[in-house]
């Protein structure tokens, strides 16, 4: 049962994640990024870590897609704002090469065991998560927390018409 919902929630993830990159509406596109994020989410509770199953949520799909459609309509892309697509070379070579790996996935998916090693005991507790990030990853965390001030202060910056 567990390895259908994986099917559906995946082919989700991976087809929201197409619709990402392929819509020319920014908005459109940033909702499809919300609908990836949930999905990778779902995966993330399939595989028993719920606590980074709510954060994946709350953080990802909820606070920082908030600020894209913040931002996205600040600047307000209208229809000249958006670049036209050409078909060239490196384009054509890029969806044959992607193609090509694709279908090399398809094949090499029938000689995978889809079993997975058991978990630890105290594998996704909020507890030990928390452990994790204040000592081990304390300075991975305050970068991307700089990171993300640094990405508020841009967009401000945006916002101001009249510097």
Do not use: W
Request: charged share 10%; glycine share 8%.
């Amino acid at each position: 049962m567990e390895l259908i919902f994986f099917y559906i929630f995946s082919g989700l993830t991976v087809l929201t994640a197409l619709f990402v990159i392929s819509f020319r509406n920014t908005l459109s596109a940033a909702f499809s990024l919300v609908l990836c994020l949930f999905g990778v989410a779902c995966l993330f509770a399939l595989l028993g870590a719920h606590f980074l199953a709510a954060m994946q949520v709350l953080v990802y799909a909820g606070a920082i897609m908030v600020l894209f459609v913040f931002i996205i309509m600040l600047l307000d892309l209208g229809k000249g704002a958006l670049l036209k697509i050409k078909l060239n070379f490196p384009a054509v070579v890029g969806v044959l090469f992607g193609s090509y790996l694709g279908v090399l996935l398809v094949l090499r998916l029938g000689y995978l065991s889809l079993s997975f090693p058991p978990l630890p005991d105290r594998f996704g507790e909020v507890r030990e998560v928390g452990r994790l990030l204040f000592t081990n990853y304390l300075i991975p965390f305050e970068v991307a927390s700089i990171l993300l001030l640094v990405a508020i202060v841009g967009a401000v910056v945006l916002a101001k018409k009249d510097l």
